[in-house]
């Protein structure tokens, strides 16, 4: 069993940052394809990008440019970095291990069927 171990979330004005983190002390998470998702009450969990293990990233269309989602090898950690958060990036942020290798495509990682493990999860609020 893997267990994936998030950090950071909180309080956030609009305009602001947050960086979050997701680690992982039985699994090496550069051997998997590291997604990042949110959730919100009543609504599917959405995709939002992921690090491949080839470290090349692929993002969803609308955080293009505001999220980025890196990974530091020597930590064992992947980060997923917000930049001029809005109100509605108020969410549960997750992260998620997918074992898969390959090329694979934008929809496939996409589908949150397709991951593995699960983050606990962190909540981020953005407050005007």
């Known amino acids: 069993q893997v267990q994936l171990v998030q950090s950071g979330g909180g309080c956030v004005q609009v305009g602001g940052s947050l960086n979050l983190s997701c680690t992982s002390s039985?699994?090496?998470?550069?051997?998997?394809?590291m997604g990042w998702f949110r959730q919100v009450p009543d609504k599917e969990r959405e995709f939002l990008g992921v690090i491949k293990q080839s470290g090349s990233t692929l993002y969803a269309d609308f955080v293009k440019g505001r999220f980025t989602v890196s990974r530091d090898n020597a930590k064992n950690t992947v980060f997923l970095t917000m930049n001029s958060v809005q109100i509605e990036d108020t969410a549960v942020y997750y992260c998620?291990?997918?074992?898969?290798?390959?090329?694979?495509?934008?929809?496939?990682?996409?589908?949150?069927?397709?991951?593995?493990?699960w983050g606990q999860g962190t909540q981020v609020t953005v407050s005007s």
């Open positions: 039985e699994h090496t998470l550069s051997k998997s394809q």
């Open positions: 998620a291990a997918d074992l898969a290798s390959g090329r694979l495509a934008l929809n496939y990682h996409a589908n949150r069927r397709n991951y593995d493990y």
